[in-house]
């Protein structure tokens, strides 16, 4: 996928993994939507690129409506959309608070779906793409991390589903990032631990673009993390089997029981 001269949207773009990608992409050719709640002075220093600041709050709906209404009376269009924004609670759940579930999951779930089908009604004859940014904890439980680990799992039920149902397959891709070093355990929770393996935002960003360029589906900055999630998904692959014959085994052995019983 060559990006010169085409329209980004890159939401999370103040800090971490987005400033870092905002700096890879600011060294192209590019008309870039640098999107985040609030951006410090003197954020740009000399890019390449065509960058406009956009302070947006995506827990709301109406506030994307009018981040896309922007850059499309900007630019007239957009072609490539990166979900990244998010944030995490590190948290034991104990008293039941709507608000504080609706927020994790407004800004986290919500909003990158609802950006991806906008991109897809946007761009009904053309060429797209949507990078939504998942989490290594999208596939595994983690303690302390149940609700953000659910907003990410949610990203990846979903688009499981939804490359299964489109015709074309390769306008959405998740990132599968492990603990990256930024300010994210920082805002998490003050006694948030830093898991193994992490990377830096930079290693997560260059992985990142390449990704879009090559228009990935799944994309895994981390080797060690992919290896071990496939080495994962062969193991229950190859039990599988096993697991059936173990269960038809045992649901026979207790319905002969079940029937001798009542002889």
């Given amino acids: 996928m060559n990006l010169e001269n085409q329209v980004v949207v890159l939401t999370g773009a103040a800090s971490g993994i987005g400033k ?10 590019l008309k870039i939507a640098a999107i985040d709640l609030q951006f410090p002075d003197n ?11 956009i302070a947006c709050d995506l827990s709301k709906k109406n506030a994307i409506d009018e981040l896309f209404e922007k850059v499309l009376n900007l ?4 072609d490539v959309f990166i979900a990244n924004a998010g944030f995490a609670y590190y948290e034991k759940l104990d008293a039941p608070n709507w608000e504080h579930i609706e927020k994790i999951y407004q800004v986290n779930t919500f909003a990158p779906i609802y950006s991806l089908l906008k991109m897809k009604e946007l761009n009904k004859n053309k060429d797209f ?13 983690l303690a302390g991390y149940a609700l953000y680990g659910s907003t990410k799992s949610a990203l990846d039920r979903f688009a499981d589903a939804y ?19 930024t300010n994210f355990f920082g805002s998490a929770g003050n006694q948030a631990p830093v898991y193994f393996p ?30 071990a999630y496939f080495l994962g998904f062969l193991q229950e692959a190859l039990n599988k089997p096993y ?17 001798t019983d009542k002889v």
């Avoid at 630019?75 to 957009?78: A, N, P, S, Y």
């Avoid at 697991?243 to 029937?259: E, M, P, S, V």
């Fill in 20 to 29: 870092a990608l905002l700096d890879i992409l600011s060294s192209q050719k």
């Fill in 43 to 53: 954020f740009l220093k000399n890019p390449q690129a065509e960058i406009v600041l």
């Fill in 75 to 78: 630019w007239g269009q957009i």
């Fill in 129 to 141: 793409y949507v990078c939504i940014t998942a989490s290594a904890m999208a596939t595994m439980g």
């Fill in 163 to 181: 490359w299964q149902e489109q015709e074309s397959k390769n306008h959405l891709g998740l990132v599968y990032p492990v603990a990256t070093r």
């Fill in 198 to 227: 992490s990377q830096t935002p930079q290693q997560v960003a260059r992985s990142i673009y390449k990704g879009i360029l090559k228009r990935k589906k799944k994309i895994y900055p981390s080797r060690l993390f992919r290896m």
């Fill in 243 to 259: 697991q059936i014959y173990a269960k038809r085994f045992f649901q026979k052995i207790f319905l002969d029981k079940k029937n």
